[in-house]
Each structure stands twice: as structure tokens, then as C-alpha cells.
């Protein structure tokens, strides 16, 4: 099967265009990780409205199984303007709005399997995510079948074409959330992660997780930059390069250009939100999502 490049304005007819900026604009100091390749972004006007940021409620699992109601209302303490699910627990959609509602939450999104998104589960997830007023069903992962050979990745690339093509009168979007294998398994010489996005619509969200990304090789600085406007949504999760519990730091402990990772995420990726998410279960959840969330407002987010 033959790739199709869907987009008016490539990765490769960017990189031509800030090619040049960068010449002119000459190098800039990066993270401890990151290479100093030139600075295209701008300054974000400082009028300009701020970007939420949310947490993933997967982080929250094991307590959101024993009490919803009740860690639910603590997440609500610790200054997140919303959250990502990953799971309903039973609840219905105008249960979870009420519940949202009434901490004064928004829904930042939803993890989404590709299974809900095909066949009659779509009509299902559409007037679900409708009533819950979520408008972002990100799939969080895709198989092995999904993703080699290349007639499987372009499987996958068509597939969520046509789920953005119904949801897209509904005012919702699909989207990609990567992992390693995003970056680090080639098919073809190419990654996953560029396959999905040259084959999909520019409405499609790719939604970058910087720990994921990290943990594959990739140049979290270079990834924003080749797909302006399509890193809508970010899963902003620190990562510490060759660490022996890489993803145990805070945001801001670990070897990620935060910095520059949120500029350039605004002034290029088009990041409409930011989801704060910490895996590592060597700290209560509460109390470390409530750090992150300091931290995250460290960089003035």
C-alpha cells in the first residue's frame, strides 16, 4: 500500500522554511538532553491566553477503584484545571459531568481504545463523550498488528481518518498517544509515530508524551518542530535519561528541557492542553501529582 502524504504543509516543507530562522537566528542553549539545533519558536505574547493543564486520572487508578467519589474530590485540591480519562468506572456520562461539575473541573480528554472508535462502538463513544462534553478521544495505544508491517500502520493511519471524519461534524477530535515504540521501531526506515502523521489528517491530534518519547530515542525539540500544529495535547511526564527508574523524578529533577519543550509546544505545536501524568508508584499519587503540578507552575504554566 502506497503512503499519501495528507498534509498541505509537511515536516519536511517546515523544516525548509525555519531551516534558515535558525541560520540567522544562531544557536540556542538547550536542556542537559536536548542538542542545541537553533531556535525557531517565539516568545509566547504575553497577552496570550494561558494553556490548561490537566492530570491523567490513570495516575490515580488504584485509589479511583477503592472510592471514585472520594479521590475524585481530592484531585480537585491539587490545581489542575482538568482531567484526562482513562476509564469511567461504571459511572455514566451525566453522572461524570455532574461529579466534574461540581469540583469545578473541565474535561482535558479521554483515553479511548481504537476498538470504541470502530463499528457501532463509534456512534456509541460519540454520544458518550457528547454528554460528558469531551471533545478530544485520544487512542492510547496501538498493537503490535497495528503498527509493522507497513500495510498495518497504514491500516491504523486509515482508521483513524475515518473516525476523525465522523467526529469531525461533532466537533470532536481522535488522536495518537505515543509511546517508545513510537519512535524506535522503524518500518520501512521510518517511525511509527511520522507514518501516523503524514498519513492522517491535519485535525488528527498527536499527542506527544515526553517521558514515552524520551524513553524512545526521540528529540522531543525536533518532534514538536517537524508537526506544527498538531501536538494539541501533551502528556508532559519527566524522564531521566539513562537512570536506572527513569520516570522517578519530578518534573524539573530530571534531564527534560521543560523550558523550551513548553515554549516551543505553544509558539509551534499548537498545544491547546497540557495532561500531567506520573506513573512511578514509589510515591502516593496525591502527593505526587500535587508536586508536579507545582513544578509544572514553576515554568509558569
Request: charged share 25%; hydrophobic share 35%; aromatic share 8%.
Amino acid at each position: 500500500m502506497k503512503s499519501i502524504n495528507r498534509r498541505s504543509f509537511t515536516r519536511r516543507d517546515f523544516f525548509k522554511v525555519t531551516a534558515g530562522s535558525a541560520l540567522l537566528l544562531g544557536g540556542c542553549a538547550r536542556g542537559a538532553d536536548e542538542a542545541a539545533t537553533g531556535s525557531e519558536s517565539s516568545e509566547v505574547a504575553d497577552d496570550a491566553p494561558a494553556v490548561p493543564v490537566g492530570v491523567q486520572l490513570y495516575c490515580f487508578r488504584h485509589l479511583l477503584e477503592e472510592d471514585f467519589e472520594g479521590t475524585l474530590a481530592q484531585v480537585a485540591t491539587l490545581g489542575y484545571d482538568g482531567v484526562e480519562f482513562a476509564g469511567y468506572y461504571d459511572y455514566s456520562a451525566e453522572d461524570l459531568r455532574k461529579l466534574l461539575d461540581g469540583h469545578g473541573l473541565e474535561v482535558a480528554g479521554a483515553h479511548v481504545g481504537m476498538g470504541q472508535l470502530l463499528g457501532d462502538e463509534l456512534q456509541r463513544s460519540i454520544d458518550f463523550h457528547g454528554e460528558l462534553g469531551n471533545t478530544r478521544l485520544i487512542v492510547p495505544a496501538i498493537g503490535e498488528d497495528r503498527r509493522s508491517p507497513m500495510e498495518a500502520v497504514m491500516r491504523t493511519a486509515e482508521d483513524l481518518t475515518r473516525i476523525q471524519e465522523a467526529l469531525r461534524p461533532h466537533g470532536m477530535s481522535t488522536g495518537y498517544h505515543c509511546h517508545a515504540y513510537s519512535f524506535n521501531q522503524l518500518v520501512d526506515g521510518q517511525t511509527v509515530w511520522d507514518i501516523l502523521a503524514d498519513n492522517t489528517p491535519e485535525d488528527v491530534i498527536l499527542q506527544l508524551d515526553t517521558g514515552n518519547a524520551k524513553n524512545g530515542g526521540a528529540d522531543l525539540l525536533q518532534v514538536i518542530r517537524n508537526d506544527p500544529g498538531r501536538i494539541k495535547s501533551i502528556h508532559v511526564k519527566p524522564y531521566t535519561v539513562e537512570a536506572e527508574h527513569p520516570f522517578a523524578p519530578f518534573i524539573g529533577d530530571d534531564s527534560l528541557a521543560w523550558a523550551e519543550i513548553f515554549d516551543l509546544s505553544e509558539s509551534v505545536g499548537g498545544v491547546e492542553y497540557y495532561v500531567v501524568e506520573y506513573e512511578e508508584e514509589s510515591h502516593p499519587p496525591l502527593e505526587a501529582l500535587r508536586t508536579n503540578r507545582e513544578r509544572v507552575r514553576n515554568f509558569g504554566r
